[in-house]
């Protein structure tokens, strides 16, 4: 068994716990997906604060154990800087990380900045983080992958129809050489500017959907699919 998929957070916080003692057995896992649609470690009364910062643990001693681990989505979980500590726990390089509505914010990122095993990501989804972020640290982490990465996503507001947004896009897309999809969702480009990108990034896959947030099913680019 070389992975585990666990989407809409089938099992619950209570599950997370009570499965955690079973999956730190599979030591051979090299992709773990714990995702939700509707934001599944989110606290939503007082009563669940104590289950939930079990079942974090739990999540961070599990990505501690698995020194395999290549692929890691936690998509739809908004834990915030919980996300952090778990990413620290890390033991291997990963390749693939989602982190759709995690709720990021830009210390978050700053500090996964110091993280050395995120620096060889090849496939990275930072969609829904909210708006207002800082975009040059948003970029710093990106960059931290800049020799490897060959798909971005995202959603925010650097990017529109401005000259200044523009700049900003193509000046982030010259830095990641090996980059062949780019997806801004919620982003809503000219198609002046998706000419203008295509001409300049020709090898370059760009997905511009603009519509209300939903839920939908993509794959890694090796195949494997993920909720994200």
């Given at each position: 068994?070389?992975?585990?998929?666990?989407?809409?957070?089938?099992?619950?916080?209570?599950?997370?716990?009570?499965?955690?003692?079973?999956?730190?057995?599979?030591?051979?896992?090299?992709?773990?997906?714990?995702?939700?649609?509707?934001?599944?470690?989110?606290?939503?009364?007082?009563?669940?604060?104590?289950?939930?910062?079990?079942?974090?643990?739990?999540?961070?001693?599990?990505?501690?154990?698995?020194?395999?681990?290549?692929?890691?989505?936690?998509?739809?979980?908004?834990?915030?800087?919980?996300?952090?500590?778990?990413?620290?726990?890390?033991?291997?390089?990963?390749?693939?990380?989602?982190?759709?509505?995690?709720?990021?914010?830009?210390?978050?990122?700053?500090?996964?900045?110091?993280?050395?095993?995120?620096?060889?990501?090849?496939?990275?989804?930072?969609?829904?983080?909210?708006?207002?972020?800082?975009?040059?640290?948003?970029?710093?982490?990106?960059?931290?992958?800049?020799?490897?990465?060959?798909?971005?996503?995202?959603?925010?507001?650097?990017?529109?129809?401005?000259?200044?947004?523009?700049?900003?896009?193509?000046?982030?897309?010259?830095?990641?050489p090996l980059l062949i999809k780019?997806?801004?969702?919620?982003?809503?480009?000219?198609?002046?500017?998706?000419?203008?990108?295509?001409?300049?990034?020709?090898?370059?896959?760009?997905?511009?959907?603009?519509?209300?947030?939903?839920?939908?099913?993509?794959?890694?680019?090796?195949?494997?699919?993920?909720?994200?």
């Open positions: 068994m070389t992975g585990l998929h666990i989407r809409r957070n089938a099992l619950g916080i209570q599950g997370i716990n009570e499965s955690a003692p079973v999956i730190l057995t599979l030591t051979n896992i090299t992709y773990l997906t714990l995702t939700h649609v509707y934001r599944g470690l989110h606290v939503i009364s007082l009563a669940q604060v104590n289950t939930k910062k079990s079942a974090l643990q739990n999540i961070e001693s599990i990505c501690g154990n698995l020194t395999k681990l290549k692929k890691l989505d936690l998509s739809g979980n908004e834990i915030k800087c919980n996300v952090v500590a778990i990413l620290q726990s890390l033991q291997s390089p990963l390749t693939h990380l989602a982190l759709g509505d995690c709720g990021l914010k830009d210390s978050d990122l700053h500090e996964m900045c110091t993280i050395e095993n995120l620096g060889h990501l090849e496939y990275l989804n930072l969609n829904s983080q909210g708006y207002g972020r800082s975009h040059e640290v948003f970029s710093a982490f990106v960059l931290k992958s800049a020799a490897t990465l060959k798909s971005l996503t995202t959603e925010d507001t650097h990017y529109s129809s401005t000259c200044s947004s523009i700049v900003r896009l193509f000046n982030l897309v010259r830095k990641l780019l997806s801004l969702s919620c982003i809503k480009l000219s198609p002046d500017c998706i000419r203008a990108f295509k001409k300049e990034f020709p090898t370059v896959e760009l997905l511009n959907t603009y519509c209300t947030k939903s839920s939908r099913l993509v794959r890694w680019p090796t195949g494997d699919m993920l909720q994200i």
